[in-house]
C-alpha cells in the first residue's frame, strides 16, 4: 500500500507591503508613521506601516479616525504601479522553488514545496532562502508559515511579524488551534466571530467540542470547513493560475451624492477602472454588481445577469446605470458607489454571442 506524501506549504505574506515600499523608496519616511492612502476627510486608509499600528491604526480604517489616533500620521498617495512591479520580482522568487503557486494578492501567496523538500532541503529551509533572496531582491522583508496545509501555514505567517518564520508541524496543529480565539482563524471575520461567541464559541477548542451538524445548521455550507479547521484539517491543494471571482473598482467621495447626474458621472471612472481591466486580461463577465454606501453608512448591493457576457464598456455602463437609477430619488446622500463584474469567465468562453441593450 502506497503512503499518502505529507504536504509541505508555505505561505508567505509581506510586512506592511504598500508602506514599506514607500519607506524603502524615501529615507525620510522611514522609522515614522505612514499611512498609504487618501488624507482628506472622507479618504480611507490602504495600508499603515508598522509605526502606525501601533498606534491603532489599520487598513480600511476612515482617515479621519486615522488621524485622530496618530496626530503625526503622514499620507503617501499609493502607487500601485510600483507595486505591481515589486510584486513581480517577489513572484520571480517563488517560481525559483515550485511551480505550485497561488497569489492572494500583490504581497501574499501560498507555496507547495513538497516535491522541492524531496531534494534535500527542508520545507522550513526553503522557506528561510525565500526570505533572503526576497530581501536581497526588493529590500523588504516577508514573514512566512510552514506547514501541513494552506490553514496552518497561513496562521504560522501571522504568528511572528514581521520578519518572522514559524513552523507548524503535524504533532503540533490540533494544540496549535485549540489555542486561538475564533477570531484569529483566517476566513472568519468579525461578524461571524460574534456569532459564534453568541454560541458560546470562543477557542479553537470551543469549536472543535461542536458537531458537524450543528456548525452547519448555524452558518450553512462552511459550517463543515470550521468543523474541519478546529481539528487541523485542510485538504485545498495549492491552485496555481486561480481564476478571480470578480473584478471591481469603487470610490468614497468628497461629499454626499442625490443627483442622478453627479452620481452617473461619479460611475464614469469606476466603470473605466473594471473596463480596463477586462481589455487587459481578455477576461468578461456576466454579472454587474452595484455597491451604494449611504451617507449613514448603511451599504446595499443590486446586481444583474445577463445569458452571455458583457461585450463592452458601453454595455456595462448602461446596466450600472440601470442598476443605479432603481434606487433613485434617495432622500439619503450617497458617498460611496462602487461596481464590479462577477461570473468572469476567460479566453474562448466568451465568445457567447452578442448581448442586446434592450434587455
Known amino acids: 500500500m502506497e503512503t499518502e506524501v505529507q504536504r509541505k506549504i508555505i505561505h508567505v505574506d509581506m510586512d506592511a507591503f504598500y508602506a514599506s515600499v514607500e519607506q524603502r523608496d ?135 511579524k514581521p520578519d518572522g518564520l514559524y513552523v507548524i508541524k503535524p504533532t503540533q496543529g490540533p494544540a496549535f488551534v485549540e489555542g486561538l480565539k475564533v477570531g484569529q482563524f483566517h476566513g472568519v471575520g468579525r461578524v461571524t466571530a460574534a456569532r459564534m461567541n453568541q454560541l458560546g464559541i470562543f477557542t479553537g477548542l470551543d469549536l472543535r467540542q461542536q458537531s458537524e451538524p450543528f456548525l452547519t445548521r448555524h452558518f450553512g455550507k462552511v459550517g463543515h470547513h470550521y468543523y474541519s479547521i478546529a481539528r487541523a484539517i485542510d485538504n485545498r491543494p495549492v491552485t496555481p493560475n486561480r481564476i478571480r471571482k470578480s473584478v471591481g473598482s469603487e470610490n468614497t467621495f468628497e461629499r454626499d451624492l442625490t443627483e442622478l447626474s453627479e452620481l452617473t458621472e461619479g460611475l464614469n471612472p469606476l466603470i473605466n477602472d473594471v473596463w480596463g481591466y477586462c481589455e487587459r486580461t481578455g477576461v468578461r463577465g456576466r454579472t454587474v454588481n452595484l455597491k451604494v454606501k449611504y451617507d449613514d453608512f448603511q451599504q446595499i448591493t443590486r446586481s444583474k445577469t445577463t445569458l452571455q457576457v458583457v461585450p463592452t464598456k458601453i454595455v456595462l455602463a448602461h446596466m450600472a446605470t440601470e442598476l443605479l437609477c432603481a434606487l433613485l430619488p434617495t432622500e439619503k446622500g450617497i458617498r460611496l458607489l462602487g461596481v464590479s463584474l462577477s461570473s468572469l469567465q476567460t479566453g474562448d468562453a466568451v465568445d457567447g454571442g452578442q448581448l442586446r441593450l434592450d434587455f
Do not use: W
Open 26 to 160: 524615501d529615507p525620510a519616511l522611514r522609522g515614522k508613521p505612514l499611512a498609504v492612502g487618501g488624507s482628506r476627510q472622507r479618504g480611507v486608509v490602504a495600508a499603515a506601516s508598522y509605526e502606525a499600528r501601533q498606534f491603532g491604526v489599520h487598513s480600511a480604517m476612515a482617515s479621519s479616525i486615522a488621524i485622530r489616533k496618530c496626530p503625526d500620521l503622514i499620507f503617501v498617495k499609493p502607487r500601485f504601479e510600483v507595486y505591481k512591479a515589486v510584486s513581480a520580482q517577489i513572484r520571480a522568487v517563488f517560481a525559483r522553488h515550485t511551480d505550485l503557486i497561488e497569489p492572494l494578492s500583490l504581497d501574499e501567496a501560498y507555496l507547495d514545496v513538497t516535491a522541492g523538500s524531496h531534494n534535500g532541503l527542508s520545507a522550513t529551509r526553503i522557506a528561510q532562502t525565500i526570505k533572503e533572496q526576497i530581501k536581497e531582491a526588493t529590500g523588504l522583508t516577508a514573514s512566512a508559515g510552514v506547514s501541513y496545509n494552506k490553514f496552518l501555514a497561513k496562521l504560522a505567517s501571522d504568528y511572528k
